[in-house]
């Protein structure tokens, strides 16, 4: 199993949470998508898969729901 940490942004409520969630999870290989909501700022989003994922594939999908994903500056 592969683990993706990212960070999004926009995110505000259990609406936000779906949209992204069903979006992430139809990309091929993906098992679960846990969201840790940050209301208005950065939520963390952890996608477990058993494939490899591109990022650029991850942004796509985050992008579709209607939100960004944003570099982590930790």
């Known amino acids: 199993m ?3 940490t990212i960070n ?4 505000t409520c259990g609406h ?9 999870t139809e990309l091929a290989g993906v ?3 846990a969201v840790n909501l940050n209301a208005g700022g950065i939520s963390e989003v952890t996608i477990t898969s058993t494939l490899t994922l591109r990022p650029e594939e ?3 999908a985050v992008a579709e729901a209607g939100y ?3 570099a982590n500056n930790a």
């Open 8 to 11: 999004v942004s926009g995110m």
């Open 2 to 4: 592969n683990t993706t």
């Open 58 to 60: 991850i942004s796509e």
């Open 31 to 33: 098992e679960n998508v």
């Open 68 to 70: 960004l994903v944003v």
């Open 16 to 24: 936000c949470v779906s949209s992204v969630t069903e979006e992430l």
